[in-house]
């Protein structure tokens, strides 16, 4: 998967390794059209020693993020979108907020 910052920013390439969909795992996944993301990032993409995770993070905001004050966004978040480093490597999970 590439993640870049057009058109001339900097880019990261990260290999998957696993994906579960939510048909394969019985969830609904019910999130609405239009819904707003909240992300989360671990604290370790804050470290002052690791420079390449704060890039990863300020890319990885600026992919999955919704545009500020896009015409068709809600005005609410129905989901969550998590960042985490272990391992020397990135997870990422997807929730769904519900009530």
Request: aromatic fraction near 16%; glycine fraction near 4%; hydrophobic fraction near 35%.
């Amino acid at each position: 998967m590439w993640v870049s910052k057009s058109p001339a920013g900097p880019s990261f390439k990260f290999h998957v390794k696993n994906i579960s969909t939510t048909d394969e795992l019985k969830l609904s996944g019910n999130c609405l059209k239009y819904g707003r993301p909240l992300l989360s990032f671990d604290g370790s993409f804050d470290d002052a020693e690791r420079p390449h995770l704060q890039l990863a993070k300020e890319l990885l905001s600026h992919c999955f993020n919704t545009p500020k004050n896009h015409p068709k966004s809600k005005p609410f978040f129905d989901h969550v979108i998590s960042f985490s480093y272990f391992e020397d490597k990135i997870f990422f999970r997807h929730y769904q907020i519900l009530n």
